[in-house]
């Protein structure tokens, strides 16, 4: 079966859904991969992060990103090795990251995904003081694409 766009719905539900996505930078060592945390919000996504490390200088030096996200659904073995495939989604986000500077965007963002990631549950907000010692990453993003393996 041939891969196809994945629908504009599907897309936005493995965004506010999906908990782990990577991050792709590129630095002066070449190509880093990391899966990260995140949060969706209106077609911006937010990363938590230590404020010093790999990602950081990258995204510092080269602001332009891809994250990806994906699910397998259904693995398709087969007689033939060649032959064997997967059903999945996964969606790509390009943009330019930026690390957020102390103030409102930042807490906020931090304050997003703690609420993602507690479930509903309960939780003390992030102040401003916690937020200073995390880093947030936000990418606008620039184009946002969607395949799937479904046959």
């Known amino acids: 079966m041939p891969h196809k766009e994945l629908p504009p719905g599907e897309i936005h539900k493995m965004l506010t859904e999906e908990k782990v996505g990577r991050l792709a930078t590129l630095g002066g060592d070449g190509p880093y991969i990391i899966p990260m945390c995140f949060v969706w919000d209106n077609n911006v996504l937010y990363l938590h992060s230590r404020p010093k490390g790999t ?13 990806e996200i994906s699910r397998v659904d259904k693995w398709l073995p087969r007689e033939k090795p060649c032959a064997y495939s997967i059903n999945y989604r996964s969606v790509q986000v390009f943009g330019k990251a930026r690390i957020l500077p102390q103030g409102e965007e930042k807490v906020r963002a931090l304050n997003l995904l703690s609420e993602k990631y507690l479930g509903g549950a309960p939780f003390e907000a992030v102040s401003p003081k916690a937020a200073a010692a995390a880093a947030v990453i936000k990418i606008p993003a620039e184009h946002v694409s969607g395949r799937q393996n479904n046959g």
Do not use: A, T, V
């Open 55 to 67: 990602k950081i200088d990258n995204i510092i030096s080269n602001p332009s990103i891809c994250f």
